[in-house]
């Protein structure tokens, strides 16, 4: 006969989360998913880094190497942009935000900076939202 006074047994339920960890691929070229603060901020040095040094072929490319190797640097500006565009589209769905949330960036010096500290510096949504599971 069991003990009427003992605790009743139960299973412990953990809160799951369904997110799935990106690779650096997915997470520089895909618009799907969530990323965190610090995988943003280094997706943004990567960021820097490319934008530097195809800035400093294209100094080059107009002086010396000729328009021949301008027209090679083109499709790397676009790679780079589609880049960009979707490191902050990931951020913004992290912060349970529309991709199309970038665009505040299009008003003068306000929405920069609103971009800047909302993508930046704000953590993201605690838990699961419409874009995937909490990347922290």
Do not use: C
């Not at 603060?37 to 943004?44: A, D, N, T």
């Not at 490191?87 to 991709?99: F, I, P, T, W």
Request: charged content about 15%; aromatic content about 12%; overall charge positive.
């Amino acid at each position: 006969m069991e003990n009427p006074y003992a605790a009743p047994r139960g299973e412990i339920i953990h809160p799951t989360s369904t997110f799935v960890p990106l690779t650096w691929k997915q997470i520089l070229f895909s618009f799907q998913g969530r990323i965190p603060r610090r995988q943003f901020w280094g997706g943004q040095l990567v960021q820097i880094l490319l934008f530097g040094v195809l800035g400093l072929l294209v100094g080059l490319s107009t002086d010396a190497l000729g328009l021949g190797a301008l027209v090679l640097l083109v499709p790397l500006y676009v790679i780079a942009i589609w880049s960009s565009l979707a490191l902050n589209a990931k951020r913004a769905h992290d912060r349970d935000k529309s991709g199309w949330f970038i665009l505040v960036a299009l008003i003068p010096i306000i929405g920069s900076i609103w971009l800047l500290i909302e993508l930046g510096f704000l953590r993201g949504t605690e838990a699961d939202n419409r874009y995937g599971g909490d990347p922290t």
